[in-house]
C-alpha cells in the first residue's frame, strides 16, 4: 500500500477508502505476500500488545494459564465433532505434502484449537481434583477468506483462545458470563466502544456450541461488527474426546466446557470506530503513544528533556519528534494521522515562560499549562479524553438503534441510516434466512437483558416472545 499523507481520502466521503488508506498512512499494517495475509506493522502492533497486556491481566485474575499447542491439526482429530468441522471446512486450509512426501492423513492448519487441545484435555484431566481446568493461548489462526480487508477479515490473523473444563454445566456457564463480561468491559474501558451483549440465534452460534454469546459494534455507516465470543460447548468436545473425570461420589462423568475469543479484528473496529477525515483517533489506553512533543526550531533538547521526564515517571507513553528535516505543520498532519491523543508543542518562549501548549487529537482543544502542573494535568486530560470519546460512542450507538414494527419500517431503515434494528421475530430459522436473503440483514443477537413480551414477528407476523437486534454485517 504506497500512499502519501496527501493521499488521505476523507472519511466522511468515502469510508472504505479512507479506511484502506488510514491502514497504511498510519503505519499500522500492509499487505503480505500471499493474498489476504496481512503484515503488521510495530505501530499496529503496538496496538495488539496493549490490549493482549489488558486482556491477559484479566483472565490470569481468575486463574487462567496461557499455553501453547500446535499449529497443524490431523484432519481426524477436526472431524471428531461433526456439526464444528462442517462449520470450518470451507475456510480450511490443509496441507497434503511435507518434506517433499504426499501425507498419509491431510493436516489442517488451525482454524480454531478445540479439537486438537480436547484431545490433550483427555489426558489432562482424571479426578473433579483437576477441574476446573482453564487454559488459554495467544497464538494466529487461519480462515481462507474469500474476500479480504486488513484487520478486519484476513486469512491469518492473532487472536487469544481461551478453552476450560468444569465438572458442572452451572459452573461453565458461568465462565461464558465471565468471559463475556470482561470482554464488554475491555471494550468500552479500553476501546472506549459501547456495544451489546447477546444470545446468537441457532444459525449463527458457534459451529459445535450449544449456545454462542457475542459483543456486537456499531460502525460507521450503520453496519454492524462482531468483535467477540464466548461459546457454551456443553459436552459435545467432552464426548468424542473422551474427556471424562471420577466425582466425588467416584461415577465417571463427562467435562463441561466452554472457549471463548478476541482477535485483531478489534483493532479494525477501533480503527473505524473513532477515526475521523485527518486519520486515526486512539483512546488514550490504547494509544502506543499517548503524548507527542513537537519542539519548535530552537528549542533546547536538554529543557524539554527534563519536562518530558515527569511524565515517564507517570507511566505515560511519550514520543520526542525532533524531526529537523519536517516543518512543524508537517509533523503535526503526521501525529493527528497517527491518531494520537494528546500533542505538545513547546518552543524557546515556552520553556522561558515556563508553559507548554496542549492540543487534544478528540477536540481539537488547544490550552496551556504549567511545567511545575504537567505531570498532573497530562493524566488528567488523557483520562478526559478516554471518558469523552466514550460518551461520543455512546450517542452514535443510542442514535443508531431503531425499533421497527413491521417489515416495510424495517427495510426502510436498511435503505437509510441502517444500524440496529430492534424488532420481534417468530425465532424460525426459515424466517430467519428469507430476511437475510432479502435485505443482507442478520439477527445480530438476543440481548441477554431483553424481557419476553408479546408481539408480531416483524416479517411473518407469527406469534413472537422477543425483540431481537437484527443489522447488517460488516
Keep these: ?58 483472565i490470569k485474575a481468575n486463574g487462567v494459564q496461557n499455553a501453547y499447542f500446535p499449529l497443524f491439526i490431523p484432519e481426524s482429530l477436526l472431524k471428531k465433532e461433526a456439526a464444528h468441522v462442517e462449520g470450518f471446512s470451507p475456510e480450511l486450509a490443509v496441507v497434503t505434502i511435507a518434506g517433499g512426501e504426499e501425507l498419509g492423513e491431510k493436516i489442517v492448519v488451525r482454524p480454531t484449537s478445540e479439537t486438537i487441545m480436547y484431545q490433550t484435555f483427555a489426558n489432562w484431566v482424571q479426578s ?38 468444569h ?39 458457534f459451529a459445535g456450541a450449544d449456545d454462542t454469546l457475542t459483543y456486537e459494534v456499531l460502525m460507521p455507516g450503520g453496519k454492524v461488527l462482531q468483535s467477540c465470543t464466548s461459546h457454551d460447548l456443553g459436552q459435545n468436545f467432552s464426548k468424542p474426546f473422551g474427556i ?6 467416584s461415577k465417571t462423568q463427562h467435562v463441561w466446557q466452554t472457549s471463548w475469543g478476541l482477535s485483531t479484528r478489534s483493532i479494525g473496529a477501533l480503527i473505524l470506530a473513532h477515526g475521523d477525515d485527518s486519520g486515526l483517533k486512539l483512546p488514550p489506553r490504547l494509544a502506543p503513544i499517548q503524548v507527542a512533543v513537537l519542539p519548535i526550531k530552537g528549542a533546547d533538547p536538554a529543557r524539554i528533556s527534563e519536562l518530558t521526564r515527569p511524565l515517564m515517571h507517570a507511566g505515560v507513553r511519550v514520543k ?24 505538545m508543542e513547546i518552543g524557546t518562549r515556552e520553556l522561558d515562560e515556563g508553559v507548554v501548549t496542549l492540543v487534544r487529537r478528540d477536540t481539537g482543544e488547544k490550552f496551556q499549562v504549567a511545567h511545575a502542573d504537567l505531570a498532573q494535568r497530562v493524566v488528567e486530560v488523557l483520562d478526559e479524553i478516554q471518558a469523552n470519546m466514550l460518551c461520543e460512542a455512546e450517542d452514535f450507538l443510542r442514535d443508531n438503534t431503531r425499533d421497527a414494527l413491521d417489515y416495510s419500517a424495517f427495510k426502510e431503515i436498511l435503505a437509510g441510516p441502517r444500524g440496529f434494528i430492534r ?17 443482507k440483514a442478520t439477527t445480530r443477537c438476543l440481548p441477554l437483558d431483553a424481557p419476553e413480551e408479546r408481539g408480531s414477528c416483524v416479517r411473518c407476523e407469527k406469534d413472537a416472545k422477543h425483540r431481537w437486534l437484527f443489522g447488517q454485517a460488516y
Design 167 to 205: 465438572a458442572t454445566h452451572d459452573d461453565a456457564y458461568e465462565t461464558v458470563l465471565w468471559a463475556m463480561d470482561e470482554y464488554a468491559d475491555l471494550y468500552r474501558e479500553a476501546f472506549a466502544l459501547p456495544g451489546y451483549v447477546g444470545r446468537k440465534s441457532a444459525s449463527e452460534r
Design 320 to 343: 520526542v519528534d525532533d524531526a529537523d528535516h519536517e516543518s512543524l505543520g508537517s509533523r503535526i498532519n503526521t501525529w493527528e494521522l497517527k491518531g494520537v491523543p494528546l500533542r
Design 128 to 165: 473433579w481434583r483437576d477441574l476446573p481446568l482453564k487454559v488459554n493461548q495467544w497464538c494466529n489462526v487461519v480462515r481462507w477468506e474469500k474476500r479480504t480487508y486488513p484487520f478486519l477479515r484476513t486469512s491469518e490473523f492473532l487472536w487469544q483462545e481461551g478453552h476450560t473444563a
Design 244 to 249: 471424562t473425570f471420577q466425582d466425588q461420589d
Design 423 to 439: 424488532a420481534f421475530w417468530c425465532e424460525d430459522p426459515a424466517c430467519e434466512a428469507f430476511i437475510k436473503e432479502e435485505t
Design 1 to 58: 500500500m504506497q500512499f502519501t499523507k496527501r493521499d488521505l481520502t476523507k472519511k466522511s466521503e468515502d469510508v472504505s477508502e479512507w479506511y484502506t488508506r488510514v491502514v497504511a498512512l498510519a503505519e499500522l499494517a500492509d499487505y503480505g505476500p500471499v493474498k489476504g495475509t496481512m503484515i503488521i506493522r510495530p505501530y499496529g502492533y503496538a496496538i495488539w500488545e496493549l490490549i493482549q497486556a489488558d486482556f491477559d491481566r484479566r
